[in-house]
């Protein structure tokens, strides 16, 4: 049968459309999928993922060569299904493994020690309690650093992402995660008041000292120390200073430019640049379909967005309407997954 037969039979959700599937690339895509997993069984597996996800790309999906938009869903399922087992390979539970052996150097609640010194304190009867404190290894900043070594190890899991999002080392908000999950779409509000929770303390929590608690005296021997370990003549970085400057030069006559223009025309410019456009970056293999990307625009500034209709050839890119707390945290990640891809990438080649 003719690919565009089978394309139309997708079409009409006919269930024979995968049976001619199978009929004509079933041999094509196997060997695809055995070039990436080793074991047969899991590239069967592969292969059989492959038709489901034809069967939901198309509709709205019409593709002009089947052969290629079959060879491409079973690529990314193999190596998604290679990438998986060698992180099991690699970890199988190294981490809590190494975590635990820490133990042997931290003290344990409750043990000789305490009953000694509390022996001692007895007989001078001096009174004396012990805090017990939880299992070590299921604190928050274990949780945390755990959930930030899956990721290292696999970036597609989304439960420790969000974890690591969400604790103090990035201080994504609940709202902001929904942002990156849903692709910016607004949240209907509800009218119920919202309940403070109480923060619990953390070790990656900054001291603090309100102002009220600082007297003159200290903050006088405060400025007498600072003053006195400055050096008297401070080296500055040219580079960065004059980077510093021409970006500020920049961001000034923009501004001015900006300035000259009325309501009516910023607004128009501003629905332009929101508007989807053809991604101009460079593709890199590990950009899938809801990826985030950084595209630059005038002069020192950016846009971040997502990634949609991602083929071989191109992407179409939808920038989001963020505040630059939001799009600077964005683009932070965004620098982090694309050095550790092609790190990963490199190493997995180079072996």
Known sequence: MEDAAIVELYWQRAPEAIGHTQEKYGAYCLAIAGRLVPVREDAEECVNDTWLRAWEAMPPSRPGRLDTFLGKITRNLSLDRWRALRAQKRWQGQAELALTELGDCLPASGGVEQEVEAAA???????????????????????????????????????????????????????????????????????????VQPRQPSLFDAPTQTAAAITQEERTAHGFAESAIRPAYPVENGFKADLNRRITDIERQMREEEAKLSAEERQRRHEEEMQPRPFDGLLEPHLKEGSFVRVNTAGVRYQVGYLKDVTRYGATFHPLDLG????????????????????????????
């Open 324 to 351: 630059k707390e939001q799009r600077e945290k964005i683009a932070a990640y965004i620098s982090v997954r694309d050095a550790y891809e092609r790190l990963y990438t490199y190493e997995a080649e180079s072996r």
């Open 121 to 195: 304190l007895a007989e001078r009867d001096i009174p004396c309690s012990f805090q017990e404190s939880g299992d070590f290894f299921h604190t928050m900043e274990i949780s945390v650093m755990l959930s930030l070594l899956e990721i290292v190890d696999n970036p597609r899991q989304d439960v420790p992402l969000i974890s690591v999002l969400r604790s103090p080392l990035f201080g994504f908000t609940a709202e902001e995660v929904r942002i990156a999950q849903t692709g910016g779409k607004p949240r209907r509000r509800s009218n119920r008041p919202k309940l």
